[in-house]
């Protein structure tokens, strides 16, 4: 059974940054890609960003690209969310996921296409 945990989140001021990790626990990470989300308040979870399952093969949201660096290490089982310049509207609950795939297998945008999730970390963005 995939075990996701994220960490990093936190309340920091407009235009600052975090980190947010994800650490991964009981399979191979190398088999897997992943991919992080966020849900607003009061609104549905939406796409940030995602990765292979090598790192590569990257993909951002509009809002964030140039602000948000999505990175994977199959060493540590790890993924991570490098956010910067952030701005209220980022405050969110932010998700990591992870979907089996094959060699050169890519990320996903959609939700429903990932098999694993965290149980989330707070984001706050005070103005």
């Not at 990591?96 to 989330?120: I, M, N, T």
Request: charged residues 20%; glycine residues 12%.
């Amino acid at each position: 059974q995939v075990q996701l945990v994220e960490s990093g989140g936190g309340l920091v001021q407009v235009g600052g940054s975090l980190r947010l990790s994800c650490a991964a626990s009981g399979t191979d990470f190398r088999f897997y890609a992943v991919g992080w989300f966020r849900r607003a308040p009061g609104k549905e979870r939406d796409f940030v960003a995602s990765a292979s399952w090598s790192g590569g093969g990257k993909d951002y949201t509009d809002s964030v690209k140039g602000r948000f660096t999505i990175s994977k290490d199959n060493v540590k089982n790890t993924v991570y969310l490098q956010m910067n310049s952030l701005k209220p509207e980022d405050t969110a609950v932010y998700f990591c996921a992870a979907k089996s795939v094959p060699y050169f297998g890519l990320g996903s945008d959609r939700a429903h296409e990932y098999d694993y999730w965290g149980q989330g970390t707070q984001v706050i963005v005070s103005s």
